[in-house]
């Protein structure tokens, strides 16, 4: 497993379920253990070990049908740099020549992922990086599950617990909030007619480079636990506006008004996010506050099973929209 989740398999031996052999030293092995099954990039070096940065994996790779395997991956020149993503992440992604990123999934993705960014394709939505392809695995049942994919690389980009955290520690709120609020908006008018949604959206879940915003990773909820909605999405971006402020305020100890940068932030956000989506409505104040409280109690669990680190933010997310809970009453 990547050591960042080396935690998440316990200690009963696994079964290989499929394995394609790429080439002569590379292979792909699925593995059950404990009715999960792990995908895993594997690399024969005279014992078998996971592939790491400066491995190639996916240099020579075929295209096509292989098996139960299959490869769309298309790219334009040969990797000859690759850099393995250190950011907290459920899979594990590396950066090839600084041109593509490629996320190989820790477990055997859904299908819906792949189905979420080809509608996003097929409407044209400018808001995510470009696709260079996928490795997906057929199932026995013949479900299609995405193994890894790859996508442009945004050089100079950052995600939103850094360009966010530092709107918050600026107090600056003016105009951003409602360009998200209509990347978000647009995002599900392409979904629309569809149960497809984000299913994990925060704004560490959005990049900037320049002007623009840019949204990735489509895996959903990391547990599993919530259906998908538009809805579920946006009470995500309001709960991680709280988030962010919980790092300005106690890692960074900013010393701004973070009730209000929230409130004015929120605001703004759902203005421009109804404004662009004008037949949807959000529920009853007290029924959006319920599933923000029940979104925190996810961020815990998150928290307390892969980072540990992070207790503070849902610490204080919880005790945030138990604030707004009384204040309501």
Not at 118 to 125: F, I, P, Q
Not at 215 to 220: E, K
Request: hydrophobic share 40%; net charge negative.
């Amino acid at each position: 497993m990547p050591p960042h989740r080396a935690g998440a398999v316990g200690d009963q031996a696994g079964v290989v379920v499929d394995c394609w052999s790429v080439d002569d030293n590379k292979a792909i092995y699925l593995v059950d253990q404990s009715a999960t099954t792990f995908a895993l990039p594997i690399i024969d070096d005279g014992e078998l070990r996971r592939a790491r940065a400066g491995d190639f994996f996916i240099t020579g790779m075929p295209r096509g049908h292989h098996g139960s395997f299959s490869s769309t991956i298309r790219l334009d020149a040969p990797v000859v740099s690759e850099e393995r993503v250190e950011v907290d992440q459920t899979n594990e992604s590396f950066v090839l020549n600084n041109t593509w990123i490629i996320k190989w999934n820790m477990t055997v993705g859904s299908h819906r992922t792949l189905t979420k960014e080809r509608r996003l394709s097929a409407h044209n939505y400018p808001n995510t990086p470009a696709h260079f392809g996928h490795i997906t695995w057929t199932s026995p049942d013949n479900s299609e599950h995405l193994l890894a994919g790859v996508q442009e690389f945004l050089p100079g980009s950052a995600d939103g617990w850094t360009w966010c955290v530092a709107h918050a520690m600026e107090n600056h709120c003016a105009t951003w909030p409602g360009a998200l609020g209509e990347v978000v908006a647009l995002m599900h008018n392409a979904f629309d007619g569809t149960t497809l949604a984000h299913g994990d959206l925060h704004v560490g879940q959005i990049l900037t480079q320049g002007n623009s915003y840019f949204i990735i990773d489509f895996d959903g909820d990391p547990f599993g636990h919530t259906p998908e909605s538009w809805l579920q999405d946006v009470v995500g971006m309001l709960c991680s506006f709280i988030h962010v402020a919980a790092v300005a305020e106690v890692k960074y100890h900013a010393a701004h008004n973070f009730a209000e940068w929230v409130r004015i932030v929120s605001d703004q956000f759902l203005e421009t996010y109804l404004a662009t989506r004008p037949w949807v409505s959000l529920p009853p104040r007290d029924q959006l506050l319920a599933l923000m409280a029940h979104k925190e109690v996810t961020e815990m669990l998150y928290a307390t099973t892969y980072l540990p680190e992070w207790t503070y933010a849902a610490e204080y997310g919880q005790a945030f929209v138990e604030r707004l809970i009384d204040e309501s009453q």
